[in-house]
């Protein structure tokens, strides 16, 4: 019998469905910058109809989300969840992030209907794109810096069909008015009821939304309020945030962070990487009781290769504040999917699918098994073939890898040839830009 198929929360969703998730209806993630929705962060966010924002119900239950909901309960693969069908097809040991996610929400798993008043138990928000770094994988949506690299010189890519390196859709700090009148009057209905409210960007700590939010939500102790930071801002700013852990359950950081070093301050142009490591340990060592921190990573192209330094550097951390910092996470880049690691060489995925699965040998022990699973969730990724949600040539994506490194390398502190193996910069070198 596969793991899998023996997993016991597997088992409660084929209760209800081949393809049943509780993601779809208890997670939200809510761009007030945009005006788009999804649950779980996977699907591409889709618009939220603004006719209808007068029931402010729809900024999670959309029409969209509730036909997919649907699906789901009909028992049929919605497309736009391609990324948990295509890891489960690569094998039968492997857990998706669908079972992973509904793990917290068991009891839910029968209870699901398609209904337009139901609020999730987690939300995720993003007030704007205010942002001081230009990680590869973003784009001027979700990044200001992004959006006046590409106001400066924008980089046109045959693959890029979503426009992420040409144009800037939003004028960087701002939030679409209808969207954000509509959230402040959903916030007083759903605010006793959500578990956890999140709030993503850009970079929170830089967003005066943020603030003007934070200072004006009130206590709330049932609730667990978290932020996504990459933590490369004043330690002044991180004093500020943990002062009002009183007024809530818990406040929890996930610290954004691909790599360790000058591979982390790569991938994530901006960082500064000493800042970010003395930033945690003023978290861990000066915040209230309740204040908690766990690293993550979105493992792309440009930090496979130091991927495991970064699950190092989070037992470390854990080793040393065990009632602070939590699990590390990781998820994976499909868009743009000229930074998908599976378009590397086959003989570099099999190197590094061996160097981590090495890793995982020697560490398994001191890893929780959600853990676990997203160590193996890499290894099964780089051994196998898994499809994108669009048929793109791969010798375009290779094409289009090469001209962004050239576009991106420009702005590096460190340049891509200083810090990547070898193999890896002779493969690069050898794509034709053209």
Same mark, same amino acid.
């Given at each position: 019998?596969?793991?899998?198929?023996?997993?016991?929360?597997?088992?409660?969703?084929?209760?209800?469905?081949?393809?049943?998730?509780?993601?779809?209806?208890?997670?939200?993630?809510?761009?007030?910058?945009?005006?788009?929705?999804?649950?779980?962060?996977?699907?591409?966010?889709?618009?939220?109809?603004?006719?209808?924002?007068?029931?402010?119900?729809?900024?999670?239950?959309?029409?969209?989300?509730?036909?997919?909901?649907?699906?789901?309960?009909?028992?049929?693969?919605?497309?736009?969840?391609?990324?948990?069908?295509?890891?489960?097809?690569?094998?039968?040991?492997?857990?998706?992030?669908?079972?992973?996610?509904?793990?917290?929400?068991?009891?839910?798993?029968?209870? %699901?209907? #398609? +209904?337009?008043?139901?609020?999730? =138990? /987690?939300? @995720?928000?993003?007030?704007?794109?205010?942002?001081?770094?230009?990680?590869?994988?973003?784009?001027?949506?979700?990044?200001?810096?992004?959006?006046?690299?590409?106001?400066?010189?924008?980089?046109?890519?045959?693959?890029?069909?979503?426009?992420?390196?040409?144009?800037?859709?939003?004028?960087?700090?701002?939030?679409?008015?209808?969207?954000?009148?509509?959230?402040?009057?959903?916030?007083?209905?759903?605010?006793?009821?959500?578990?956890?409210?999140?709030?993503?960007?850009?970079?929170?700590?830089?967003?005066?939304?943020?603030?003007?939010?934070?200072?004006?939500?009130?206590?709330?102790?049932?609730?667990?309020?978290?932020?996504?930071?990459? %933590?490369? #801002? +004043?330690?002044?700013?991180?004093? =500020? /945030?943990? @002062?009002?852990?009183?007024?809530?359950?818990?406040?929890?950081?996930?610290?954004?962070?691909?790599?360790?070093?000058?591979?982390?301050?790569?991938?994530?142009?901006?960082?500064?990487?000493?800042?970010?490591?003395?930033?945690?340990?003023?978290?861990?060592?000066?915040?209230?009781?309740?204040?908690?921190?766990?690293?993550?990573?979105?493992?792309?192209?440009?930090?496979?290769?130091?991927?495991?330094?970064?699950?190092?550097?989070?037992?470390?951390?854990?080793?040393?504040?065990?009632?602070?910092?939590?699990?590390?996470?990781?998820?994976?880049?499909?868009?743009?999917?000229?930074?998908?690691?599976?378009?590397?060489?086959?003989?570099?995925?099999?190197?590094?699918?061996?160097?981590?699965?090495?890793?995982?040998?020697?560490?398994?022990?001191?890893?929780?098994?959600?853990?676990?699973?997203?160590?193996?969730?890499?290894?099964?990724?780089?051994?196998?073939?898994?499809?994108?949600?669009?048929?793109?040539?791969?010798?375009?994506?290779?094409?289009?890898?090469?001209?962004?490194?050239?576009?991106?390398?420009?702005?590096?502190?460190?340049?891509?040839?200083?810090?990547?193996?070898?193999?890896?910069?002779?493969?690069?070198?050898?794509?034709?830009?053209?």
């Amino acid at each position: 019998m596969s793991k899998r198929k023996e997993h016991p929360t597997y088992k409660l969703l084929q209760e209800r469905s081949d393809f049943f998730c509780t993601a779809k209806w208890d997670e939200l993630y809510l761009y007030l910058n945009h005006g788009s929705s999804n649950s779980c962060h996977h699907p591409i966010p889709h618009t939220i109809p603004a006719e209808l924002l007068s029931n402010p119900n729809v900024l999670h239950n959309t029409p969209h989300k509730l036909a997919q909901q649907q699906l789901m309960i009909d028992g049929q693969r919605p497309e736009e969840c391609h990324m948990c069908w295509h890891i489960e097809d690569l094998g039968d040991d492997i857990i998706s992030d669908r079972i992973i996610k509904s793990s917290d929400n068991r009891a839910d798993v029968q209870k %699901l209907k #398609v +209904d337009p008043t139901h609020v999730p =138990r /987690f939300l @995720e928000v993003v007030f704007d794109n205010t942002c001081n770094l230009s990680c590869s994988y973003c784009d001027g949506g979700q990044s200001s810096g992004w959006a006046t690299k590409i106001n400066h010189q924008p980089l046109y890519l045959e693959t890029d069909y979503r426009n992420l390196y040409s144009k800037v859709p939003i004028k960087p700090g701002s939030t679409k008015e209808q969207y954000f009148n509509a959230w402040l009057e959903w916030l007083p209905m759903i605010k006793n009821k959500i578990q956890v409210l999140k709030v993503s960007g850009g970079e929170p700590l830089l967003s005066k939304n943020f603030w003007t939010f934070f200072n004006e939500f009130g206590a709330n102790p049932q609730l667990r309020l978290d932020i996504n930071s990459n %933590l490369s #801002v +004043d330690q002044k700013l991180i004093t =500020r /945030f943990f @002062e009002k852990a009183h007024n809530y359950n818990g406040l929890n950081i996930g610290a954004s962070i691909d790599g360790v070093g000058d591979m982390a301050e790569y991938a994530r142009q901006g960082l500064d990487y000493k800042q970010f490591i003395n930033n945690v340990e003023h978290w861990c060592k000066n915040s209230p009781d309740n204040c908690t921190i766990y690293l993550q990573s979105t493992v792309n192209i440009f930090n496979i290769f130091g991927l495991t330094d970064m699950f190092d550097l989070s037992l470390d951390l854990r080793q040393r504040y065990p009632n602070k910092v939590k699990n590390f996470y990781s998820t994976m880049v499909r868009f743009p999917e000229f930074q998908n690691i599976s378009i590397l060489p086959k003989e570099t995925k099999n190197q590094l699918a061996n160097q981590i699965e090495n890793w995982y040998v020697a560490n398994a022990d001191k890893l929780l098994e959600t853990e676990q699973e997203i160590v193996k969730k890499n290894i099964a990724y780089l051994f196998n073939e898994p499809k994108f949600l669009k048929e793109i040539e791969l010798k375009k994506l290779e094409i289009d890898l090469a001209k962004f490194i050239d576009y991106y390398d420009a702005s590096a502190a460190v340049s891509f040839t200083k810090i990547y193996p070898a193999e890896f910069i002779t493969w690069v070198n050898s794509i034709p830009r053209q």
